[in-house]
């Protein structure tokens, strides 16, 4: 497949008094097209921040994004509003990111109007085409958000992101403001969506249950960096990275043959504003050597048994 984005060494930094911080401080990743790649990370790690930073919601300090081949970082404001046709996002609170003084019908067809595309006619077949594409009643374009259950706003911000066609989508925590009998129909429709529209998406969860029902790779970041990048499949069956396996441990198995002896992380994560120096995580990791707390490890093709592994640790 080919690829339709590229980020390299991209960093976000915040000037506070006193201090910066490195909210993504050097993040490196291909996404092909129809392509998910998973996200994931505990709170505060940055992974918002860097899905925000590729559509340049938030200005970049430094790196380069290309999107279909293009430095977008090098684009000014009009030309990335026209860029944004193709890369739209889905945010966590789904009541939050939508208008509650505009009908759903409005909200929906506000992208072609800003657009340009079609007339009249044109865009209220498309919004009555995509408000059905992701399971919402024939009236609900009538309707305003509040009128609406926490499931369904979301799918009602989903068909506002796909309404223009985009080849990406960036899903930031789209399911963790709902319940959890609905996080799993948001999750399917999701995936449906994938694969129907051939869609590339950024999916960017603290769930790793989440992450591994839509992921066809998952990246695991910590304060700010890209600590392992693998397929899913290799990231569940045999996590490489200290924190990866920390998080894993903590994933619940109805299989006894599964469960995996529970890692607990001490402390919390570093203050982005004072990182530890060396590799952020040796605060916290029992595998810990003397050059980590000197020494950053570079995210890399590593050697691990039975084959390699993109990895900043310098157990391998």
Known sequence: MATLLEVVDLATYYATPGATIRAVDGVSFTLAEGEVLGIVGESGCGKSTLGRTVLRLVEPTGGSIRFLGEDITKLDRRAMVRRRRNMQVVFQDPFGSLNPRHRVGEIVVEPLEVHGIGDARSRAARVSELLVLVGLPPDAAGRYPHEFSGGQRQRIAIARALVLEPKLLIADEPVSALDVSIQSQIINLLAELRVRLGLAMLFISHDLSVIRHVSDRIAVMYLGRIVEIASTAEIFDRPTHPYTQALLSAVPHTDPARRRERILLSGEMPD?????????????????????????????????????????????
């Open 272 to 316: 982005p504003a004072k990182p530890p120096s060396g590799c952020a995580f040796h605060t916290r990791c029992r595998h810990a050597m003397p050059r980590c707390s000197n020494e950053r490890p570079a995210l890399a093709q590593r050697p691990i048994e039975g084959g390699s592994r993109e990895v900043a640790c310098y157990l391998y």
